[in-house]
Structure formats: structure tokens, C-alpha cells
């Protein structure tokens, strides 16, 4: 079972790298791709009385100015809309974390990962917000015009598009975020105590069980090239192993207010390997 646990830490660490930049590549493409399918197969709605009372020419030239003003709204509520989603989600994240009581040190999950749920509600919800705003405060018949002109000019029907994407892209994105707020480690006068993804419950590592300390680097790919991820890893003398450089954003060197703190409490010397799977012997033995 430890050797199955190692394994399978071993190619999480290997596989998350490729995993996270293809995944940040990718969102472009996915939204090219999913507007040039909307363009084939969610056309425009046709309304008959703006479509027999105005041209396409005579929109342009009405909405010359008021799309400028329209396109900063846009950013300024989009630019709210993420950075408040962000706030609530690190916030909640710390409070989880808080809950565990008084700690000498947290380590929370990496920063990147609470910017992927506020980045695609953005995309998907800042029209709807801003046209719903306009719709209170101006003139409703002006922006069913502009709402009307601005789907012509995409090719497709916007809002039935935004929608479709906040359910089948957004609310996914949802879950899974969820599922990593109660994620952190607490390291407290006695023990550790380490909370993973989703659903699982806490474990506990007591300092005075560590039998060995050590330094690593990062973690190698597929390839053999070393991701620089540093960390300390403790073995236990139950065969288990907790690792700082699990949770966290990436780091070229290890903590060494953190270093210090183990040596204090475990009264162990430190060893030095390259990645966790370098580290010699039987997780537990010296």
C-alpha cells in the first residue's frame, strides 16, 4: 500500500505540470473554437421590427460611440466580477483553514487555481450584467437595440451562447473549485494536520513519529527534466510521508523559517535529494 501510495504521488506530481499548462493554453482555444461553432449553429435571431426599421449601417454609425462606453463597462464589472469571485473563494479557503485553531505555520493550495472559476464566470456573465444594468438605469428599448446589433455583429446568438458556456463550462469549473477550499495544511505545536481535495478527512502526522527530513528540489517529467517544486518531506515510522512541496504554489527553495521549525520539532538532520523518489531506503527508516 506505501509503495502504491508512492507511486501514484510520483506520477501526480510528474503529470501536474503538463496538466496545468495545457490546461492555461488551452482556454483561448476553447473559446475561439466555441465561438466559431456558435456562428454554425446558434445564427442570430432575427427581429423582425429592428431588422425592417434599421440596416446594419445605420447601427454602426448609432452605436459608434456607445459601444466604447459599453466595452469599458464591460471590463470594470468583469474585472469586479473576477476579482470578487477570487476574494470569496481565498477567503473561504483561509477560513477553513482558520478553523483548525492556532498554528505556527498554513500552507494553502497554489493562488493560481482560485483565478480559473472568477476568469470563465467573467467571460460568461459580464454582458448579461452589464446589459440587465443598462436595462435598469437607461433606456430598456436602447439596449434591446444594442443587444440586437451586437449579436449581428458576432455572427451568433450571444446570450443563448453565454448561457450554454456558464453551463456546461462554468458550473463544472464550479464544482471542482469547491471541492478544493477545504484544502490546506496546519502545522501545530504537536502534529500536522493535513486536509486534501474534495471529501477527505483530515490526516494527522506527529512530529515525534518522524524519522527522517529531507530537502527536495522538485519533481521530474516525463521526459527527466526537473520541475523545480521544493519542499521537505518527513517519513514516519508507520511508513507514511508528508511532503510541503503537496500543497502550495511552486518554489526553487524550501521555506527556511519552515526548515527550522521541523528541526525544532523533530530533532532530525537534514538530507538533501533532487525529487521524492530520490530520497534512498524504506520511507520510515533512517
Known sequence: ??????????????????????????????????FALARRYFPPKPVKEYTTAYSLEQLNERFKITQWLVGISMLLIGGAVAWGTHSIL?????????????SYFVLLP????????????????????TLGAWYLIGNKQE??????????????????????????????????????????????????????????????????????????????????VLGRRAGIVLDFSDGRRWSSADIGDFKYSADPKLVSFLQSKTGLQLQYADTESDIPGEPGKK
Not at 171 to 189: D, G, S, Y
Not at 202 to 224: C, H, L, P, Q, S
Request: aromatic share 12%; glycine share 6%; with cysteine.
Open 143 to 224: 439596449a434591446e437595440l444594442y443587444n440586437h446589433w451586437s449579436t449581428l455583429k458576432s455572427g451568433f446568438d450571444t446570450p443563448r451562447v453565454l448561457w450554454i458556456m456558464a453551463v456546461v463550462i462554468v458550473l463544472p469549473i464550479a464544482v471542482l473549485t469547491a471541492l478544493a477550499i477545504p484544502e490546506h495544511v496546519a502545522l501545530r505545536n504537536n502534529e500536522i494536520h493535513s486536509r486534501g481535495y474534495g471529501f477527505s478527512s483530515t490526516r494527522t502526522y506527529r512530529y515525534a513519529e518522524a524519522r527522517r527530513m529531507t530537502v527536495i528540489k522538485g519533481f521530474r517529467d516525463r521526459d527527466g
Open 1 to 34: 500500500m506505501v509503495l502504491r501510495s508512492r507511486c501514484i504521488d510520483g506520477y501526480r506530481k510528474m503529470t501536474y505540470g503538463i496538466v496545468n499548462s495545457l490546461v492555461r493554453a488551452s482556454v483561448p482555444a476553447v473559446v475561439l473554437t466555441v
Open 90 to 102: 481565498a477567503n473561504l479557503n483561509q477560513f477553513f483553514a482558520a478553523m483548525e485553531g492556532p
Open 110 to 129: 497554489q493562488t493560481a487555481i482560485w483565478w480559473f472559476l472568477p476568469g470563465f464566470a467573467a467571460i460568461t456573465l459580464t454582458w448579461e450584467i
